[in-house]
């Protein structure tokens, strides 16, 4: 099980879904669901233009972030939106570096660190999203390729700074294809990244949680968050339901009592 100074945290990423009724059914259904106080985190990811109605309605203990953000401070980006206005807007968090928005935006490991500098710079907890796809594992780079996308943030902005963020392991073969990684593939993954970081700082290693993420759900968010270097897990579609969503923080409420 995750060490016992990390909390668990349980992270729904949206993605290109909901509807503003979607939100505020998603809002009381977490808060007739959650315990006032869970020993574990919940934060939820919805589009930007939801983000208002969910921290206007979400119960007090989840944490409300984005899913990207400008690596600007301000100025003529059109359709981007800055971290100092998501700060504005209340939200706690942000994710950087999706492996949709590295595919899809062609957004660079050097992009995805300027990202998670600016998510600091206003009081925002980046979660760097890390992950090798189907290739990349099957030619044996999976540690190198993930230890490349950390590493660029440490180059940029030092340890310190990575320390106050999260980081999720998301193997893409994994995400959105049901075809969930191990536990022991993701604790092998999770392993070799704090062990990379241990050779920067030990304390920081041992402190910095790791999510998994990749068609992870009630089923198998049990087995995963037992992990010892597994954290809790950043969740795609197994969000889209309160029901699968109370299943999976279920998981982590029962790995979390004793804490
Ligand atoms: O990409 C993910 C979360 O960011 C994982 O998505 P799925 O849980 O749908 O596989």
Redesign the pocket.
């Known amino acids: 099980m995750a060490m016992m100074n990390r909390k668990l945290l349980v992270?729904g990423?949206w993605?290109m879904h909901g509807s503003l009724a979607f939100v505020d059914e998603m809002m009381s259904a977490l808060r007739q669901s959650l315990p006032d106080q869970p020993k574990y985190d919940v934060a939820v990811?919805p589009v930007y233009i939801h983000l208002y109605e969910v921290i206007n309605n979400k119960p007090d203990s989840v944490l409300c972030g984005a899913q990207n953000l400008s690596e600007y401070d301000n100025g003529a980006v059109t359709g981007e939106v800055s971290a100092e206005m998501l700060q504005d807007l209340g939200c706690d968090m942000v994710?950087v570096g999706?492996?949709?928005r590295r595919i899809k935006n062609n957004e660079s490991n050097s992009e995805v660190a300027k990202k998670f500098a600016q998510a600091l710079k206003f009081n925002l907890t980046p979660i760097l999203?890390v992950g090798e796809s189907s290739v990349q594992r099957q030619g044996d780079q999976t540690f190198d390729v993930v230890w490349d996308q950390i590493n660029t943030v440490i180059e940029h902005i030092g340890m310190e700074s990575l320390s106050q963020g999260v980081i999720?392991y998301?193997p893409v073969w994994?995400?959105?294809?049901?075809e969930t990684a191990s536990a022991e593939q993701a604790q092998e993954v999770h392993q070799f990244i704090r062990s990379q970081l241990a050779l920067n700082d030990d304390t920081i290693a041992r402190r910095i949680r790791i999510l998994y993420?990749?068609?992870?759900?009630g089923s198998n968010a049990y087995e995963l968050f037992s992990m010892p270097d597994v954290d809790g897990g950043?969740?795609?579609?197994?969000?889209l339901t309160a029901k699968d969503f109370m299943a999976i923080c279920q998981q982590a409420d029962k790995l979390s009592q004793g804490d």
Request: proline share 0%; aromatic share 4%; net charge neutral.
């Open positions: 992270a990423n993605k990811f994710l999706h492996s949709e999203c999720a998301e994994a995400i959105g294809t049901g993420g990749g068609s992870c759900k950043l969740i795609g579609g197994a969000s």
